[in-house]
């Protein structure tokens, strides 16, 4: 193995280390004189033809290419690193320091003319995604998502981040952005079926490279039997195909009127203390061997009269009396999120109103399709029913109100 060789093999198992290579003034003499004394115009500096690895990222391999239109010495100084080296043709990998550095080279040829080569290489720090999000879930339950990129422990400069992205089962998912991280709230439905979602997050930097990161989450059978409610034929009279249709294109209209910040920055409360009578997600027939449906909600058996609270801040959609829920309010919270509550006796809001949390926005009773006087809350994601206790005391996603251009579709 030649010298150079030698020397460019002892650089590449340790890139970060200066490398003198060295002669002699006798030896480099003899060394040039014969090689390229005749070679060089008489007056002119070696040419020098640099190329740098596009994408510098911090910490990883850099690329330097140097071509010189005559054999010379070569002299490469980047960050802690320098390299001096006998060839008109010379190809090393650096480390990318992060920040900007110079990178300079220069070729000296046998008469002593020297070219130069000077540039600046900007690396930053790649970002480096993380998923948070629970383990296991049960049917029917809100799936809360966030995706992180901030460097640990913090390091600068960074890449910029250009676009984010979080999928279940491969079906991308919208969600909102706010500072380094990217945050989705989605519903399990009640229909769906149990077993393992398969989460994917993906952070693009400013170079249009993907960061990936994955996860599962294991999805629980709803767990309930069904439950024989056996209502009077009296009571659910109530319940007519123009009813059914009139509160349906209600709640439509409601949930396509809901903003995408989120409009809420305390934990969610409970809307009325009670004896908890009927829970989320159970399977109901209410006559024998009628259909069976799911309880949407949460019923909360209290005497009348009793106040209802928002269970957090929000805009009133609807507000009114309807055939089968009742004396409804439906809140909207914002990020796709809203709150329903079924059978009051009187309310205390109007649609527009901008409501509190733990504000009073009615009163329990008994009215539409119901046995007694209770209060029938909901949660819902994007329309889609959630177990309205899993959001007690909870905050997420929460925040401060942000502007438009951050949301994320």
């Known amino acids: 193995m030649t010298p150079v060789a030698a020397a460019l093999a002892w650089l590449q198992r340790g890139p970060r280390r200066a ?149 279940l089962d491969g079906v991308p998912q919208p969600g909102l952005r706010r500072g380094d991280e990217y945050v989705v709230l989605l519903p399990l439905p009640l229909q769906a079926e149990p077993g393992d979602r398969n989460l994917r997050g993906v952070v693009v930097d400013a170079f249009g490279n993907a960061h990936e990161t994955h996860g599962v989450v294991r999805v629980a059978p709803n767990p309930n039997p069904v439950q024989e409610l056996n209502v009077a034929p009296a009571t659910l009279a109530v319940i007519t195909p123009e009813g059914r249709e009139l509160e349906a294109r209600t709640l439509e209209k409601a949930f396509a009127a809901v903003g995408p910040l989120p409009r809420w920055d305390r934990p969610f409360l409970l809307p009325v203390e009670g004896r908890h009578t009927s829970a989320f997600g159970l399977p109901r027939r209410y006559a024998p061997g009628g259909p069976v449906s799911f309880h949407l909600g949460t019923d909360i058996a209290a005497p009348t009269g009793t106040p209802v609270l928002a269970t957090n801040a929000g805009v009133v959609r609807v507000a009114g009396m309807y055939p089968i829920k009742g004396g409804l309010v439906v809140l909207d919270h914002g990020f796709g999120v809203t709150s329903l509550y079924f059978h009051q006796s009187a309310l205390a809001v109007s649609v527009g109103d901008v409501v509190e949390r733990g504000q009073v926005i009615g009163s329990v009773g008994s009215t539409g399709l119901s046995t007694g006087p209770h209060l029938h809350w909901e949660m819902r994601v994007d329309g889609v029913p959630t177990a309205p206790l899993a959001w007690v005391d909870r905050r997420w996603p929460g925040g401060p109100v942000l502007a438009p251009d951050q949301v994320v579709d």
């Open 19 to 167: 490398l003198a290579f060295a002669t002699t003034g006798v030896a480099l003499a003899v060394l040039l004189g014969g090689v390229i004394g005749s070679a060089a115009p008489p007056g002119a500096p070696p040419r020098l033809y640099v190329e740098v690895g596009e994408q510098p990222v911090a910490g990883r391999p850099l690329d330097v290419s140097v071509s010189v239109d005559v054999p010379a010495i070569v002299r490469l100084r980047y960050a802690d690193t320098t390299l001096e080296e006998v060839a008109q043709e010379l190809r090393v990998s650096l480390l990318a320091e992060a920040g900007a550095w110079a990178l300079e080279i220069e070729a000296e040829d046998a008469a002593g003319r020297v070219g130069h080569d000077s540039r600046v290489v900007y690396a930053a720090w790649p970002p480096e995604p993380r998923l948070e999000a629970p383990d296991a879930l049960t049917i029917g339950d809100a799936l809360f998502v966030r995706l992180a990129w901030g460097l640990e422990p913090q390091r600068e400069p960074r890449l910029r981040v250009v676009d984010v992205g979080v999928e």
